[in-house]
């Protein structure tokens, strides 16, 4: 009987663990039903990029946010590895013998977007304020042509 009592809070532990945890507010991660992956559509993730980059400007001007800006970055990051993946609308409107290379040029364009957040991650973590504000700057010189090139006017 005593072993039947430690074994009961065994399934309850099991279900526990497979319950998701809370999802981040600003990105989450795509629903899996019956095996089939619905993501969020790509302006989801590109929101959470622009969110994130509005905190960092607000945290990178205090030097005691260094783990606000770090949680700022990777927040961008996963927006960004998250949107690499999907196509943008756009595509659609790109004629047939030109989508390929398209949607090659976006895809480019988001790997050079992350690779600015990781350089502004590392210099996060090298404690390099000046290195941090100057790649802050740089990755904020990427959006207006990248929207101008990738996105439809609404």
């Not at 559509?41 to 960092?56: N, P, Q, T, W």
């Not at 700022?72 to 409107?93: D, F, G, I, Q």
């Amino acid at each position: 009987m005593q072993r039947l009592r430690l074994l009961l809070p065994i399934p309850i532990l099991i279900g526990a663990a497979l319950v998701p945890a809370a999802q981040d507010p600003v990105v989450q991660d795509p629903v899996i039903h019956d095996g089939i992956e619905a993501a969020p559509v790509l302006e989801d993730h590109m929101e959470a990029i622009e969110l994130s980059v509005k905190r960092l400007r607000r945290s990178l001007r205090d030097a005691t946010k260094a783990e606000e800006s770090l949680d700022w970055v990777v927040k961008a990051e996963h927006a960004a590895l998250a949107a690499k993946a999907m196509v943008p609308k756009m595509s659609e409107h790109v004629p047939e013998a030109k989508r390929a290379e398209f949607q090659l040029a976006y895809r480019r364009e988001i790997a050079v977007l992350i690779e600015h957040m990781l350089t502004l991650e590392i210099a996060l973590l090298d404690g390099d304020a000046d290195a941090a504000n100057e790649a802050f700057t740089a990755l904020r010189e990427l959006e207006e042509p990248a929207h101008a090139r990738f996105t439809e006017d609404e």
